[in-house]
């Protein structure tokens, strides 16, 4: 079945760097876009990060542009996110979630990972 | 970035009652709306896309309609298993935007 298993979560302080995985199966990765999604403790959902099903198009919430990095390693199914310069606001449940639809860019969400927890804390 | 305004933020109800959330987009987003439900320590759960249409497997219950910039979540009679937060998502812009949540609450 269609699964998706977010790890590299952890505490780190401000400044700090973190990267994280989502590994997919159960589908053809290469073929949907993919998506960052975070939820702060007791708040709702912030999307973060889309990267087009062949890599080449990025897109970025604000709140991240310029500090985070989103890719894919197809070979690997695997999706990533590289966070650097944290800042405690950036504590949150990071979900990885698949593009509905293979290849439309802009596509509800479905499946979601259950998820990874990042602290920024000193 | 396109604004979603969920009402009401939470929602007190009955078993059995029939329940609207409504959301809004601060410009047109055509039909390009989702909705989730998510269960405390659970993952978002896709429910409706483009606006009206039931994502396989949900029940019936479940509704959604508008266009433009006004949109509902009806649920006809509400079930033990709808106990949840809803969400709703525009997926109009690559900068995806997300509702800030509707509670639905147990009276």
């Known amino acids: 079945q269609v699964q998706l298993v977010e790890s590299g979560g952890g505490v780190v302080q401000p400044g700090g760097s973190l990267r994280l995985s989502c590994a997919a199966s159960g589908f053809a990765f290469s073929s949907y876009p993919m998506n960052w999604v975070r939820q702060a403790p007791g708040k709702g959902l912030e999307w973060v990060a889309l990267?087009?099903?062949?890599?080449?198009?990025?897109f970025y919430a604000d709140s991240v542009k310029g500090r985070f990095t989103i890719s894919r390693d197809s070979s690997k199914s695997t999706l990533y996110l590289q966070m650097d310069n944290l800042r405690p606001e950036d504590t949150a449940l990071y979900y990885c979630?698949?593009?509905?639809?293979?290849?439309?860019?802009?596509?509800?969400?479905?499946?979601w990972g259950q998820g990874s927890l990042v602290t920024v804390s000193s | 970035d396109i604004q979603m305004t969920q009402s009401p933020s939470t929602l007190s109800a009955s078993v059995g009652d029939r329940v609207t959330i409504t959301c809004r987009a601060s410009?047109?987003?055509?039909?390009?709306l989702a909705w989730y439900q998510q269960k405390p320590g659970k993952a978002p759960k896709l429910l409706i896309y483009k606006a009206s249409s039931l994502e396989t497997g949900v029940p019936s219950r479940f509704s959604g309609s508008g266009s433009g910039t006004e949109f509902t979540l009806t649920i006809s009679s509400l079930q033990p298993d709808d106990f949840a937060t809803y969400y709703c998502q525009q997926y109009n812009s690559y900068s995806s935007t997300f509702g800030q949540g509707t509670k639905v609450e147990i009276k």
């Open positions: 979630a698949r593009g509905r639809w293979q290849q439309l860019v802009l596509t509800p969400f479905d499946p």
């Open positions: 410009q047109s987003i055509r039909s390009w």
């Open positions: 990267l087009s099903y062949d890599g080449t198009n990025k």
